[in-house]
């Protein structure tokens, strides 16, 4: 297990289309989290899972995106009707929940055009 | 609330020179504290950490301490090196460690 895997690197969609993120943990980890992260930011937090459930969604999270974490092991994070201003970078992170930090993936880039 | 103000940058230095990364923040309750590094093209890696007032994380040659009379977790390092470019977030994680509030990073250009 060599860390967080995030797929796709990169997206760019048009304006009003689906697009949907998948996130595959540290198999070992039972905690996931999604931050987004936009140009001269630190992340900011989307929402965490707690092996399968999803256990806290920040108001960021508009009814718009949707995250889920079937049987506790890989993520996706879906955003509909995309709109210019979720252009982002999209993080994903997983921990033991133990105060020793997360292990960030390398983050999904979205551009929406 | 949470939050995390860190000095903004860029901050430029030559090679082998001191740095020093202010971070301070506000919590309730007791906070562990992390300072991330953002290397180009990569994703945030954990640098080091610290619990409770008065430790000290290190990591690399970085420090950090655990300020809670003065709120702050600077980062430092005595000589820096052109491979400590990158970009250094200052983040706390309430007790029940459920979210992290980052603060907005600092980038670092060490030049030669």
């Known amino acids: 297990d060599t860390g967080v895997s995030q797929d796709p690197r990169h997206k760019i969609t048009k304006r009003g289309q689906n697009v949907t993120f998948r996130c595959d943990p540290i198999?070992?980890?039972?905690?996931l989290y999604w931050y987004r992260q936009t140009l001269g930011q630190g992340p900011e937090f989307l929402t965490y899972?707690?092996?399968?459930?999803?256990?806290?969604k920040s108001r960021l999270l508009s009814d718009r995106f949707s995250a889920e974490r079937p049987k506790g092991s890989f993520s996706t994070l879906e955003i509909q009707r995309t709109e210019q201003g979720d252009s982002a970078m999209y993080l994903c992170a997983s921990s033991l929940g133990t105060g020793d930090g997360y292990t960030f993936g390398s983050g999904t880039r979205l551009t929406v055009v | 609330g949470n939050s995390v103000t860190q000095m903004e940058g860029p901050v430029t230095l030559s090679e082998e020179a001191f740095l020093t990364i202010n971070c301070t923040y506000t919590a309730t309750g007791y906070p562990s504290l992390f300072w991330y590094v953002q290397y180009p093209g990569e994703g945030l890696q954990l640098l080091l950490k610290a619990t409770k007032a008065d430790d000290k994380g290190s990591n690399k040659g970085f420090e950090a301490t655990y300020r809670k009379e003065t709120t702050s977790f600077h980062l430092e390092k005595g000589s820096v090196q052109v491979s400590d470019s990158a970009v250094y977030f200052c983040a706390l994680s309430p007790y029940n460690f459920n979210k992290f509030y980052f603060g907005s990073g600092t980038k670092l250009n060490v030049k030669p």
């Open positions: 899972f707690q092996n399968e459930a999803q256990l806290e």
């Open positions: 198999s070992e980890h039972n905690r």
